[in-house]
């Protein structure tokens, strides 16, 4: 295991409703990073947070945004949701400022479903 | 711009024969570095095996192996002997050491089923 916990482990929303997802990184590491996993597709990037403030951006809208706190955990807010973003939300944490960068380890997913 | 393929969608194997996974990968950057992560059924992906550019030996860990092809872009994965628990998606990703930003750029996977 690698000690990235994120909750819930699954969800179930209507359309236009708002959610949040949180993510608790592995000890010793400050920066996260979010993913959604369409069903059948690999994962595609959302952003990252580093120092509480986000750090790089995926092709996603501003209705995905999120938070990262002191404790290095984050969340991810989506707000007016739709179908399509019925998705795997994966979190991953790794420790920047590492030459190579660090490796990226992740968390068990929240699945989110929107009806 | 980056991108990852992996072309074979599906890939059936009997147990205790070798699978052999295929990445072709493109990027612009010099530096880059190349991961195969593992999805079982649970969901959650795991780390298997990452590769830097600027590092072109190829190496064995365990059942693993992997074969780093600068020259044609590609980073194929080997999983010699195949067990049962060896069933999962099997994705290759890329990174490049942009902004400080260390995204992943994922291909589509490949499921990998492994008949008792």
């Known amino acids: 295991e690698t000690g990235v916990t994120q909750s819930p482990t699954h969800l179930i929303k209507t359309r236009g409703q708002q959610v949040t997802l949180r993510c608790s990184s592995q000890?010793?590491?400050?920066?996260v990073s979010w993913y959604q996993q369409a069903l059948g597709q690999g994962p595609q990037f959302i952003f990252q947070?580093?120092?509480?403030?986000?750090?790089g951006r995926g092709n996603f809208p501003p209705r995905f945004s999120g938070l990262q706190f002191p404790n290095y955990s984050s969340e991810l807010n989506v707000n007016a949701l739709e179908l399509d973003d019925s998705a795997l939300y994966l979190c991953?944490?790794?420790?920047?400022?590492?030459?190579?960068?660090?490796?990226?380890?992740f968390g068990p997913g929240t699945r989110l479903t929107v009806l | 711009a980056q991108k990852v393929t992996q072309a074979q969608t599906e890939i059936s194997v009997v147990e205790k024969e070798d699978v052999t996974l295929d990445c072709v990968y493109e990027?612009?950057?010099?530096?880059?570095?190349l991961f195969w992560y593992k999805q079982p059924p649970s969901g959650e992906l795991v780390f298997l095996i990452r590769?830097?550019?600027?590092?072109?030996q190829n190496e064995i860990s365990g059942r693993y192996s992997w074969n780093f092809q600068k020259s044609t872009s590609s980073f194929n994965f080997t999983i010699t002997a195949s067990q049962v628990v060896d069933s999962a998606v099997y994705f290759c990703?890329?990174?490049?050491?942009?902004?400080?930003?260390?995204?992943?750029?994922f291909g589509k996977g490949n499921q990998v089923v492994v008949i008792p």
């Open positions: 947070y580093y120092r509480e403030e986000e750090n």
């Open positions: 991953a944490s790794s420790l920047a400022g590492q030459v190579p960068p660090d490796t990226q380890y």
């Open positions: 990703a890329l990174s490049e050491a942009v902004d400080g930003n260390n995204r992943l750029a």
């Open positions: 000890s010793g590491h400050n920066t």
């Open positions: 990027t612009r950057d010099t530096t880059y570095y």
């Open positions: 590769r830097n550019s600027f590092d072109e």
